[in-house]
């Protein structure tokens, strides 16, 4: 995300030109939650805040398919969308704004300074996977990302019914 193109302002990211984000979808949410990230001043991730022996994944799953994204500047109408309102129909997915909950807002704290780290992005349930099959959070939920710009660390988390 956001490796060619340059990171789109506002969004609280600074210092970097490039930010590579990645998690593993077999872990999160099931063997730890939530996940957190350390980038290099290149953009590159390595996991922080898991010390313990390798955990074989109760669900294990492959990547989500690799895609091309465009960025589009929406109007207000849609800065705050409502998920238990939605009707499946909506594009829940966005980079930036205000998150779209699941269950009550859910802020991480960065592991490195305990500061509460700012929305990054939102993914909706759905996504082609790199197998042909479609991913769901949970039971159809939303994935979230987060970013702490002073220690350069981004944490990921998702939220079903």
């Given amino acids: 995300?956001?490796?060619?193109?340059?990171?789109?302002?506002?969004?609280?990211?600074?210092?970097?030109?490039?930010?590579?984000?990645?998690?593993?979808l077999s872990c999160l949410g099931w063997e730890?939650?939530?996940?957190?990230?350390?980038?290099?001043?290149?953009g590159s991730p390595t996991s922080v805040g898991y010390d313990g022996?390798?955990?074989?994944?109760q669900f294990p799953v492959g990547p989500l398919r690799e895609a091309v994204v465009g960025l589009a500047e929406i109007s207000r109408r849609w800065f705050w969308q409502s998920w238990g309102c939605s009707n499946g129909r909506e594009n829940l997915n966005r980079i930036g704004g205000e998150p779209c909950w699941v269950q009550d807002a859910e802020?991480?704290?960065?592991?490195?300074?305990?500061g509460v780290m700012t929305f990054l992005f939102q993914?909706?349930?759905?996504?082609?996977?790199?197998?042909?099959?479609?991913?769901?959070?949970?039971?159809?939920?939303?994935?979230?990302?987060?970013?702490?710009?002073?220690c350069g660390v981004?944490?990921?988390?998702?939220?079903c019914t």
């Fill in 32 to 42: 730890r939650r939530p996940l957190f990230y350390r980038h290099n001043p290149s």
């Fill in 53 to 57: 022996h390798r955990v074989s994944p």
């Fill in 1 to 24: 995300m956001f490796g060619r193109d340059p990171i789109p302002p506002g969004l609280g990211v600074t210092g970097r030109t490039r930010l590579e984000l990645a998690t593993c």
């Fill in 123 to 150: 993914l909706d349930s759905d996504l082609p996977t790199a197998d042909g099959g479609e991913w769901l959070w949970g039971s159809g939920g939303i994935a979230y990302g987060f970013w702490c710009d002073p």
């Fill in 107 to 114: 802020y991480p704290r960065c592991p490195t300074c305990d």
């Fill in 154 to 159: 981004s944490a990921f988390l998702w939220q």
